[in-house]
């Protein structure tokens, strides 16, 4: 990080529920450009799951005309582990964000995102759940923008948090700046525990607590890669995730 750095603090809307004390000695001013040309597609898998410093990973995405993006990621190390996203979407393109965290303890682990739609008729959707014990923290920070002549806009966030013991948290911040007036916007957020019928109906039929919880777990933060039509690269995001749950279980 250069010397001149001036830190965050939580103060900063996209910093809000971070970790800002861990980010000394951090490169705040380490961005990875990814440019998708016109009518392209560009995948990527991202995992942060064999660190305990302070883990961050921010993009700067320029998705053309008609092309597509898809980020996948899952976080599940790190005192602060962070996956920060800005994308620009031209006219027709796609970008598509499936992401998990998890993490228990007293850690961090968080998306922020910042998606410009700034052509007409472009189109993203953002899914993230979040699995926390402990003193763990989840966040999800979302910011759509949608400028004057992006018509035929169509965005939408989900954000679901499951906290399996008390003293976790998870906390999610959904904005939406629309200045078109044909568009699609939605975003929905949610926050619980375990469902126990369904824990109930499990262990009626000879299932351990623990497998129990794996199962629903499993279900709960298998939304996240649903767009993910590569098996092998869903299952070994999959196993990342459900390998960091096993170790609490």
Known sequence: MNALTTLPTRKDEAWRYSAVEALVGADLDAWR??????????????????SESTELRRLRVSVG?????????VIAAGKLGRVEVEVRLARGA?????????????TVREFV??????????????????????????NFLGQIDVVRDAQKTD????????????????????????????????????????????????AARGLSP?????????????DAFVALDDEAERERLMGIALAKLDLHL
């Open 33 to 50: 450009a990814i440019d998708v040309p016109a009518g392209e597609s560009y995948r990527e898998c991202l995992t942060i799951e064999d």
């Open 65 to 73: 005309e008609g092309a597509r993006c898809e980020l996948f990621a």
């Open 94 to 106: 796609h970008f598509e964000l499936g992401g998990v965290t998890l993490g228990g303890r007293d």
């Open 113 to 138: 995102t910042r998606v410009i739609h700034a052509e007409p008729e472009a189109t993203s959707n953002q899914v993230i759940r979040a699995v926390h014990w402990g003193k763990g923290t989840g």
């Open 155 to 202: 965005a939408a966030q989900s954000f679901k948090g499951l906290l399996l013991e008390k003293g976790a948290s998870v906390n999610a911040v959904p904005q939406l700046e629309i200045f078109a007036d044909d568009v699609k916007c939605a975003h929905g957020a949610s926050v619980g525990q375990l469902d126990e019928t369904a824990r109930f109906y499990m």
């Open 210 to 222: 623990e497998l129990s919880r794996r199962l629903l777990v499993q279900a709960f933060i298998g």
